[in-house]
């Protein structure tokens, strides 16, 4: 391979060092309203009516909508492909502006201003009426006989989803595989844990807030840039938001300031456009202050996993079982594929001689809504499932490193549910390489018997993860390329950049399927649903794997186009073409191939003869060279004879997927007095196929890793039980590492070529963010001995479990 | 009522009409159309919006745009060669791959220059200090502080050459 593997530069750093890349706000027109929403104040009950009058008197308001103006449509905001059938459609329960209130901080009005200050004052003074009933915050509350449902016209009860799902045989019980396991080991033999391990509702934190601005334009098409993972979604959910055809709607997405799963999901672009609608197509611009983004958009779902492992005293697992409780909130969003997806890594990841049995319930509360974020459930999985297998590795009194490469899934492994596979298995060679970077062996040793109230200890934790969400749902993607006169092409991607460097390796890919060098690869940054061709977005870690895919078919569609062409022209070289500006290049060329090839002036020159490398038109097997692709590409634009612009589009219905995993370990000084964690090193190791970008993958790891540590130690939104309200929105009170507290980062990979990536590659952008928290957590297991069930390991909760165990 | 407030921005001496309650942060993005400065959080948490003000890096979302009375201001767009070319900081940030989404690179920079500004050199647990106001969520800073490691080193050795 010539480019693809190679460390390029980004393609967008020049323009995000020098400011001059654009995102959403940066692009406003000139004199644009400003819109704010106004939130409800309670979590839980029914807005009655408004009283507008004092909050229409302040100067510069020009309009102000409320739940009683908005469309009677009820829409669905997950980041998905709609679904034709039926039963799998996403869950359409709100509306642009609710009346029914379900959470504290429910979108209930807006304000539209001429300017922001205006806007916000007249939020203020927006007065509600509300009935309000008692907030149901938590799942336990939410699932108690009588509760009242948030959804009645969706669900009789609180619960959206609830599934069971089994390893192994499809009646499997964990009850049955104890019973199983008595009379085939004995009591005696077997070791059994039995614990609840708790993960925390967080907040994603992207640096840029949520920020749209929408128009109506010319055509009547309501216009709106905004700041998002999908596009071309946020077009379909606006239009059934707003009842009206999805042609009508135009979505641009410029550069955006990170995403991480809250922007795969459909937020304020509906009621932007409503309220340009209400203005008559003037410009609207809305953005999202970071108080409200914390707690009205989206969050990581806090999961409670309830569960049960049973294994021999050799260090054969059994059986194993995980009743998952997922807090979703007030709307469903992406709820319901979130647990279930965390249940089945959960059984996915060990092989268990009996079977798995796994649980789960999404449910309805009146608190801060959940939805997709980086990994999308699999940190809550990886924290049950490593949390767990440590426990029973402590228990049978076996290395925990020896325990998983024995139980851990194996090379071969096929999801029995959905035929998931790894196409490339790399995670036991990963477990090899970081159990030798961390110097395992020797500091298990090592820590073995500390005293004293600063100890150390090491701890790892493995993961899997899928490449896609094929065939859970629709896989596709679109790639359209142009080939301009001079030779380079301009690379029209649906699939976005958000941060994670997609622009610079679909370049990449670009250059390599063409034969065209990267510098002649123009990628458009901007989608806009009017030109762009259609791709679902970035999530699931599939852009590299499945509309890289179509990036490298439309290449390779491209360069035989090109190629068909100059064998026209080679074939033509005497004759008409003799006429245009490049024909003796090409009469020279053809006579040095047919002179090569041996072939006689008669003889027909095919496309298949031809290829290009680095930019030449070349003989294939790379000699002799003809000319430059930019003679065919000028010809074939200004040819009196033929005249073709050379462009290619392709879908790629991908129908795939792979497993990706790794691990991460962790060595840890633990104070035991002060309850501070400190990383003295950490390291991941990952299995992702062939790297398209060595430096970036790094850098995308790098940022997973520090989001774990945040997931570990520090990060956590705090919602009041008795109202629903979230004590700490904003970055002074939730904590997401800084530079101080992030140690150095060690990163590695082992580079298996995947046979079904495009280019041998799979899964990246979210695992790096899986195995950092439960790592840490099993290191302060060996170095206490101590058993920190409740993610964030905050210095409050060690200190109260250092007491608890009298160790301080 | 707007005020007339005066300062040099990017080397170029301005006189502007503002509202007396206005951020220097909207200022410059509406302004001056200075949209390198970035807004995150609007209460001086995120150091997105970081600029240089007589040579000291603040939050401009809580700096009255009235205090830059008389004051030199730079941002990022301030910071290119007279043919267009990057700064050694940023190419330092382009090259060690120091940039994801962006959007805390501009500020970063910013307080980069502040930081090899002073002609010292720092080691690497230091510059974690000197940039912990800075809040990034992609890149666990890891090569953030490879750029920044760097350019205080070739600073600081042009500085010291030049001394001797």
């Known amino acids: 391979m010539g480019v693809v593997g190679k460390e390029m530069q980004r393609v967008d750093a020049w323009g995000k060092v020098t400011g001059e890349a654009k995102y959403s706000a940066d692009l406003e027109p000139r004199d644009i309203y400003h819109g704010k929403v106004v939130h409800s104040t309670i979590a839980n009950g029914l807005v009655k009516s408004f009283d507008l009058e004092e909050a229409l008197k302040v100067p510069g308001v020009i309009k102000i909508v409320t739940c009683f103006d908005v469309p009677d449509c009820q829409f669905p905001t997950a980041g998905h492909p709609w679904s034709v059938e039926e039963k799998h459609q996403d869950i359409c329960d709100r509306k642009i502006l609710n009346q029914r209130v379900r959470i504290y901080g429910d979108d209930i009005a807006a304000v539209i201003a001429t300017d922001e200050v205006a806007a916000a004052r007249a939020a203020r003074l927006v007065k509600a009426e509300y009935e309000e009933y008692e907030p149901i915050v938590t799942v336990e509350a939410a699932m108690r006989e009588g509760a009242t449902p948030l959804h009645p016209d969706i669900r009789k009860d609180n619960v959206i989803v609830h599934s069971h799902m089994t390893m192994g045989p499809s009646d499997f019980t964990f009850e049955e595989g104890l019973r199983q396991a008595k009379e085939q080991y004995g009591e005696e033999n077997l070791v059994l844990v039995e614990a609840d391990y708790d993960t925390p509702r967080i907040s994603h934190c992207h640096l840029e807030l949520p920020v749209s601005w929408a128009y109506v334009d010319v055509n009547g098409k309501v216009t709106i840039t905004s700041s998002t993972q999908i596009p071309h979604i946020v077009r379909r959910c606006t239009a059934q938001a707003l009842g009206i055809d999805i042609g009508k709607i135009r979505i641009i997405k410029p550069y955006i300031g990170g995403g991480f799963g809250n922007k795969q999901d459909v937020l304020y672009e509906p009621l932007n456009a409503f309220l340009t609608m209400a203005v008559g197509g003037h410009p609207v611009r809305l953005e999202i202050s970071r108080e409200e983004t914390i707690c009205s958009t989206r969050t990581r779902h806090a999961i409670l996993g309830r569960c049960k492992g049973a294994a021999t005293k050799d260090g054969k697992l059994l059986a194993r079982k995980l009743d998952a409780y997922a807090n979703n909130g007030g709307y469903a969003s992406h709820g319901h594929a979130i647990c279930a997806n965390c249940g089945n890594v959960f059984k996915d990841l060990y092989q268990d001689e009996l079977g798995c049995e796994v649980d789960c319930s999404t449910v309805y509360t009146s608190s801060p809504t959940a939805g997709a974020m980086r990994a999308y459930g699999i940190p809550q999985a990886d924290w049950f499932a490593e949390c767990l297998t440590d426990d029973l590795a402590e228990k049978i009194g076996m290395d925990p490193c020896d325990f998983r490469l024995k139980n851990c899934m194996g090379e071969g492994f096929v999801d029995p549910a959905n035929g998931i596979a790894f196409h490339s298995y790399g995670l036991k060679q990963c477990i090899e390489r970081g159990r030798e970077r961390i110097c395992w062996d020797e500091k298990r040793k090592a820590y073995a018997n500390q005293t004293g109230p600063v100890r150390r200890g090491v701890g790892m934790a493995i993961f899997c993860y899928k490449t896609g969400v094929y065939p859970i749902s629709l896989e596709t993607a679109s790639v359209r390329m142009v080939l301009n006169q001079d030779g380079s092409l301009q690379l029209c991607m649906g699939a976005t950049e958000i941060g994670q460097g997609a622009d610079t390796v679909f370049s990449q890919m670009a250059a390599e399927a063409t034969g065209l060098t990267f510098d002649r690869v123009y990628v458009v940054s901007t989608q806009d649903t009017d030109t762009t061709p259609f791709d679902t977005g970035a999530y699931a870690s599939r852009q590299t794997y499945v509309s890289g895919m179509a990036c490298k078919k439309c290449g390779q569609v491209l360069r035989e186009r090109i190629l068909e062409y100059a064998a026209y022209m080679l074939n033509y070289a005497e004759t008409d073409l003799a006429k245009t500006i490049h024909g003796g290049t090409v009469r020279q060329a053809a006579g040095r191939m047919r002179e090569a090839l041996g072939l006689s002036a008669e003889d027909q020159i095919t496309a298949e003869m031809l290829d290009i490398v680095e930019n030449q038109v070349v003989v294939t097997g790379g000699a002799p060279k003809l000319f430059d692709v930019a003679v065919v590409a000028e010809t074939s634009v200004y040819s009196l004879d033929r005249s073709q612009h050379i462009t290619a589009e392709v879908t790629n219905h991908c129908k795939d997927n792979t497993f990706a995993s790794g691990c991460c370990f962790v060595d840890v000084e633990v104070d035991m007095p002060l309850g501070l964690v400190h990383v003295k090193k950490i390291i991941n190791v990952h299995d992702s196929g062939i790297l398209i970008n060595p430096k970036l993958a790094e850098g995308q790891v790098e940022g997973g890793m520090s989001m774990g540590l945040g997931y570990g130690l520090s990060e956590e939104m705090l919602v009041d039980e008795k109202t629903g309200r979230v004590l700490n929105d904003n970055l002074l009170d939730y904590k997401i590492p800084t530079a101080m507290d992030v140690p150095d980062l060690d990163v590695e990979f082992i580079q298996l070529e995947d046979p079904t990536g495009p280019y041998g590659n799979k899964s990246l952008g979210e695992p790096p963010a899986i195995p950092v928290a439960p790592a840490i957590r099993n290191a302060i297991l060996h170095a206490t001995g101590v058993h920190m069930n409740v993610t964030p390991m905050t210095a409050q909760r060690l200190t109260a479990a250092f007491k608890a165990q009298s160790l301080i | ?164």
Not at chain 2, 2 to 10: A, D, P, R, Y
Not at chain 2, 110 to 130: F, P
């Open chain 2, 1 to 164: 009522m707007l005020k007339i407030v005066h300062m040099t921005v990017n080397g170029t001496w301005r006189e502007l009409a503002v509202d007396e309650r206005e951020s220097l942060l909207d200022t410059l993005r509406n302004r001056l159309g200075l949209t390198s400065v970035k807004k995150g959080c609007e209460v001086g948490e995120c150091g997105a919006c970081t600029v240089l003000v007589d040579g000291e890096a603040v939050d401009s979302c809580i700096y009255l745009t009235m205090w830059a009375e008389g004051r030199s201001i730079m941002t990022v767009e301030g910071l290119k060669g007279p043919n267009g070319e990057l700064s050694p900081i940023q190419k330092a940030f382009v090259e060690e791959a120091a940039v994801q989404c962006g959007f805390c690179t501009p500020g970063l920079i910013m307080s980069a220059v502040e930081i090899v500004g002073t002609g010292k050199k720092y080691n690497r647990d230091e510059l974690r200090k000197l940039i912990s106001g800075h809040l990034c969520r992609c890149t666990g800073y890891e090569k953030i502080l490879d750029a920044m490691e760097r350019i205080v080193e070739e600073v600081y050795r042009t500085v010291n050459e030049e001394q001797t």
